[in-house]
């Protein structure tokens, strides 16, 4: 092909550029010794192609506003994409040729014969006279190349009705591989890929994941299959169910690995592997990197109308991240707030999505529900215009999460037409099981618009959240509807009714002249719930008895109110009759829902008075209100409770954002269960009363006034960190009277006559040589087989000495990363500036040697970035160094910053050679599956050492895990200074970049 001369190049400026690290920095990345070296450019070459498919992505920001959020390709005949670069005015005209549906990704083509050349990174450099007016072509593609395909490479249309929706479409059957992606260095997750598989398609029992979620929403109609289902794929190509794990022959942390050089290198390796060109087999392919190190401010990203979805760090096994990418991939463009932002409309996956491995039931919004074509039997279309200046129309829905449950096949999605393509939708929320999780207007009526006929990819926005509780009210007025100046068309709920099965949500539309619906929204008195939880939702629940017919009038488990998520406020409200009632809140710890773990609150309101309010309890509160007289009749108004605080549209709502959480706030000590450990979090797992049986399932609270010890020399206790009797007075002397409540149903039962067979009728067998024994301190040695210190001597206590001081991040600890399994010190760290464990120490408590029954306490030196308060370290036991299965027994958190010594204590089970495992982590939670967080600022370290057999006739007593304290809250601001930090602690925490940039708490 004869490559015209030109003149002038233009590399655009428009898109992200590559991360630099400042060389002043202390922070150092693994690999990364030259991060900020230039790349000297030079001359483009002609492209090999005559033209290119064009491919769009839209990138989920961790921070807001410091990246392009889409990202233009060009896929050539080899399936690889390349980045197109030109002038900013190139890149907005392809831009808004994207939004105008003149740019149809995986569809339209790019004419490279003219004015375009290939850069020395393949990307696709615009010359000053390339017009993306003139070079792209609508469509559709024809096929390109030569490769042999098992498919078309360019078949794929999301664009119009479900059953045009590319192979496998977005019903029936739909395989997807992922593919565990590990660097040339061995950057890689941590997680195995049969974990991965776990997380994405619930392999393993993971109850909430992609598979689940996708399913769910479709209400069956999809079914996603791990692997190439029977395609013919060479099974052994798979390291677990559905997950390929490849290794590319790049490093992440070099410059030139941008994110479409570790992308393409990765479709390399899969198709050489597989002996096809991508997608082949599957209808989608998800790459899991370690990490981004380029151009990095995003958790994933997915192209539209397409098979590829990249994520990075742990991102990939949030079930709302899957969700929002996938739906990407089907064509879905983003849902917008009502504050007019690009992705903050919470009402589903397709605004900014939850964040949460366990936290995923939610589908999508009113206009991408209309879209998505999965319930397309239960849309209807309503058409304002059609009328007269009285027109007006009721119309009874259900919410999707009612979809199989509604005999009646009443719509759940409602278009309004207004003949051009600008159209608005409507939805009832219905807040329960596939959409359970939702965070904004819990069984309100949405009101969404979006351009595209509702049909085709269209950015929408949130307009209104309409019902009895909504701070909106309960009308919503479109001025000018259709372009039609003076045509005013009102949206006005007239019905919420939560007690039927299902729910259902009754919505007048009519003209702003036609009369206003008549006043039926509640013929008794409204009663509302307005709890926001502490950090232990599942143990609230309520009651509300009627003292008239003495029944239980509502429950909130009867009616579908579930609270699980911590920090989080929760409004419900019901039409009940006049009366009288007693309405109770539960704690199932028996400690409120203030202030011992948490700042948790609730109000009450009964016919518009708020009648109970509190936080700060034991294990339940009672108040009664109304009478059994005549309920006095209601005057014709529609009803208007008080106004429900505004639903938060983050997904970690600030506690700071509520009210006091009582009005009388307790003047006694701020918890109810003080612990001699200094950690902020302590566990809840009670400790005063030792049991010759420990049970499987340990209560959470010790007895408000427990007996003393039944004997003299109690069973020492299975738990790991005792506490002091957590009342004030405890009984001088055992009582008659039954402990109320007890840990378990016979919390001391007296120790058995014969609690081991007599020593002396018992005939010990040899046993191994033991390892020699010291009445001091062991100080460990390195153990190559074992890849950690080891005492192999048995003394009063064993020491890593110096054998763990420094870091893997720069280098500085020997031996690294000291650990039995495959877990891993974080990449990022500098000794003596960020977290480090330097020592850890086992010692016997009280004196003796480390033998199995004998209380023993690990001291863990570390070293904290800051004030500490970000920081945790967690505990974890093994009672076979040999085959390590981790018991977690407590976490402690430093109480300043710099050198800090932490402790925690438990009894040694049986086993000759044990092992403890610290992991100091920065912000994040407990990790009880692997033991190990994998977070970028971590030091994990582990110790194994020798200890005696038990006496003989002593009772080893299980070692119970320890109640899992909530994930460390995170003071935003205070990490202004370190937009690195800021990012790890996204969705809590985001960047802002300007002229006040720092660290701000997310929206």
């Known amino acids: 092909m004869k490559f015209p001369c030109l003149p002038y190049w233009l590399v655009a400026t428009s898109l992200t550029s590559p991360m630099v690290v400042s060389g002043a920095s202390t922070r150092r990345l693994r690999g990364n010794a030259d991060a900020s070296k230039n790349v000297v450019d030079r001359k483009p070459t002609p492209p090999k192609d005559e033209d290119c498919i064009v491919q769009v992505a839209a990138l989920l920001e961790i921070e807001p506003g410091t990246i392009d959020e889409l990202k233009i390709d060009c896929q050539g005949s080899d399936g690889l994409f390349q980045p197109v670069k030109g002038s900013l005015t190139q890149m907005a005209a392809m831009k808004k040729m994207f939004a105008d549906g003149e740019i149809l990704p995986g569809k339209s083509r790019m004419n490279l014969s003219k004015n375009v050349g290939v850069g020395r990174d393949k990307e696709i450099i615009l010359g000053a006279g390339f017009n993306p007016k003139t070079s792209i072509r609508k469509g559709p593609p024809e096929h390109v190349g030569n490769r042999p395909r098992t498919r078309p490479l360019f078949d794929r249309d999301l664009q119009t009705n479900p059953t045009d929706y590319g192979h496998g479409g977005l019903q029936g059957d739909k395989p997807i591989l992922v593919v565990k992606v590990t660097d040339a260095g061995g950057l890689a997750r941590p997680e195995t890929p049969a974990q991965i598989s776990d997380d994405i398609f619930g392999t393993y029992g993971d109850t909430a994941n992609l598979k689940s979620q996708l399913e769910a929403c479709s209400m069956g109609k999809l079914n996603i299959i791990p692997g190439d289902n029977n395609a013919g794929v060479d099974q052994s190509a798979y390291a677990a169910t559905g997950v390929m794990d490849v290794t590319i022959p790049l490093n992440l942390p070099d410059p030139t690995a941008t994110n479409n050089a570790v992308m393409n290198a990765v479709t390399t390796e899969v198709q050489n592997r597989l002996g096809v060109t991508l997608p082949g087999p599957y209808d989608q392919v998800i790459y899991v990197l370690e990490r981004c190190y380029n151009s990095c401010a995003w958790a994933a990203y997915a192209y539209f109308n397409s098979w590829i979805s990249v994520y990075q760090m742990d991102y990939y096994k949030y079930v709302g991240v899957q969700v929002h990418e996938l739906g990407h991939n089907f064509n879905l463009a983003h849902s917008g707030g009502l504050d007019g932002a690009v992705y903050t409309d919470h009402t589903g996956m397709m605004g900014n999505p939850l964040y949460s491995d366990d936290v995923g039931k939610m589908c999508f919004n009113a206009a991408k529900s ?30 999707i999460a009612d979809y199989l449950n509604d005999a009646v096949s009443h719509p759940v999605v409602i ?24 965070v904004e207007a819990d069984d309100m009526v949405t009101v969404v618009q979006t351009g595209g006929h509702g049909v085709y990819r269209s950015q929408s926005y949130l307009r209104a959240k309409l019902g009895p509780s909504s701070p909106m009210g309960q009308i919503y007025t479109i001025t000018d509807f259709g372009g039609v100046a003076g045509k005013d068309i009102v949206v006005e709920v007239t019905s919420i009714d939560l007690q039927s099965d299902p729910a259902t949500a009754t919505i007048l539309f009519r003209t702003d002249q036609a009369p206003t619906a008549a006043p039926t929204m509640c013929n008794g008195n409204y009663f509302k719930v307005d709890i926001l939880t502490d950090s232990y939702p599942t143990e609230t629940t309520w009651t509300l008895f009627n003292e008239c017919t003495q029944a239980d009038e509502k429950t909130s488990a009867d009616v579908g109110t579930s609270y699980t998520a911590s920090g989080t406020y929760y409004s419900d409200q019901w039409c009940v009759p006049g009366g009288q009632y007693t309405f109770t809140i539960n704690d199932e710890y028996g400690d409120g829902i203030c202030c011992s773990f948490g700042s948790g609150s609730y109000t009450v309101t009964y016919d518009g008075v708020q009648v109970a309010s509190g936080g700060d309890f034991a294990s339940s509160e009672s108040t009664t209100f109304g009478n059994c007289g005549p309920a006095p009749t209601q005057p014709p108004t529609t009803a208007n409770p008080t106004k429900m605080p505004t639903p938060l549209s983050s997904n970690s709502p600030s506690k700071s954002s509520t009210s006091e959480p009582t009005d009388n706030p307790t003047s006694s000590a ?40 039944p004997s003299a020399n109690p069973t020492s206790a299975p738990n790991v960190a005792p506490t002091p009797p957590p009342i004030v007075n405890p009984s001088p002397a055992p009582s008659n009277q039954t402990p109320i409540p007890s840990p378990t149903v016979n919390p001391t039962p007296p120790p058995t006559v014969n ?17 020699p024994n010291t009445s001091g301190t062991v100080t460990a040695s390195y153990d190559p087989d074992f890849g950690t210190p080891k005492c192999s001597a048995i ?11 420094g870091t893997l991040s720069d280098s500085t600890e020997p031996n690294a990363p000291n650990s039995l399994d495959a877990c891993t010190d974080g990449v990022y760290g500098t ?27 690990v001291e863990a030196k570390v070293f904290a970035w800051l004030s500490g308060s970000s920081d945790t370290a967690d505990f974890f036991i093994a ?19 710099g050198a800090q010594t932490l402790t925690m204590q438990y009894d040694l089970p049986a086993g000759e050679l044990q092992a403890v495992r610290v ?29 005696l057999p038990g006496a003989p006739g002593a009772i080893m007593n299980e070692v119970m895990p320890a109640h899992v304290p909530p994930p460390t809250e995170v003071d935003c601001q205070a990490l202004s200074g370190d937009r690195y930090r800021c990012a790890a602690a996204s969705p809590t925490c985001r960047w802002k970049n300007g002229k006040i940039s720092g660290c701000y708490a997310a929206k």
């Open 831 to 857: 000794y003596q500036s960020d977290e480090s464990i330097d020592e850890i120490t086992v010692s016997a408590v009280g004196g003796g040697q480390l033998q199995s029954g004998q209380r023993v306490e």
């Open 415 to 438: 278009k309004l037409e207004t003949n051009t393509a600008q159209d608005y939708f409507v939805a009832f929320n219905r807040a329960i099981g596939v959409n359970a999780d939702n």
């Open 370 to 399: 209309w879209q998505i074509g999965w319930y397309d039997d239960r849309k209807q279309v309503v058409s304002p215009l059609s009328g007269g200046a009285n027109w007006q129309q009721s119309v009874t829905m259900v919410g």
């Open 919 to 947: 992991n100091f982590r920065y912000l994040g939670g407990v990790n009880l599956q692997t033991a190990c967080n994998g977070g970028y600022w971590d030091d994990v370290d582990d110790l194994v050492f020798s200890v």
């Open 755 to 771: 609690p081991t067979p007599p020593p002396s009728n018992q005939t010990p067998g040899p046993s191994p040589t033991p390892p």
């Open 795 to 805: 003394g009063n206590s064993c020491t890593s000495g110096a054998l763990l001081v």
């Open 670 to 709: 701020p918890t109810k269960l003080p612990t001699a450990s200094p950690s902020k979090s302590p566990s809840k797992t009670p400790t005063a009363l030792p049991t010759n049986e420990p049970t499987s399932g340990p209560s959470k609270s010790p007895s408000k006034t427990p007996t003393p010890p």
């Open 879 to 897: 009672s076979d160094a040999a085959n390590p299965v981790w018991t977690y027994i407590g976490s402690a958190s430093p109480v300043g910053g």
